[in-house]
Nanobody, 115 residues
Framework: QVQLVESGGGLVQAGGSLRLSCAAS????????MGWYRQAPGKQRELVAD???????NYADSVKGRFTISPDNAKNTVYLQMDSLKPEDTAVYYC?????????WGQGTQVTVSS
């Protein structure tokens, strides 16, 4: 059973930074895709950023230039560095991994940005 565990969420003022971590129970180099999604109250879950096994990265337009996704293969962890945070970034952030045709999700971590 593959587990993804997120951490690093919290309360931050607008303009601040947070770094989210997604620790996997398996080697992240085996995942086809690993990514971060978020879901705000009353809204659908949306892609924030993902990284593919070939190394390409993809970002939502709303976070380009502010967020950075990066893997640490030695720690089996994927990070999401979030800078210049805005109140509209407030959401529960989820880690997702795609491995051998199966999707895995973490339990989510709350990010709240105050104005």
């Amino acid at each position: 059973q593959v587990q993804l565990v997120e951490s690093g969420g919290g309360l931050v003022q607008a303009g601040g930074s947070l770094r989210l971590s997604c620790a996997a129970s398996r080697s992240i180099s085996r995942f086809l895709i690993m990514g971060w999604y978020r879901q705000a109250p009353g809204k659908q879950r949306e892609l924030v950023a993902d990284i593919r096994s070939v190394g390409s990265k993809n970002y939502a337009d709303s976070v380009k230039g502010r967020f950075t996704i990066s893997p640490d293969n030695a720690k089996n962890t994927v990070y999401l560095q979030m800078d210049s945070l805005k109140p509209e970034d407030t959401a529960v952030y989820y880690c997702r991994g795609s491995l051998y045709g199966t999707e895995y999700w973490g339990q989510g971590t709350q990010v709240t940005v105050s104005s």
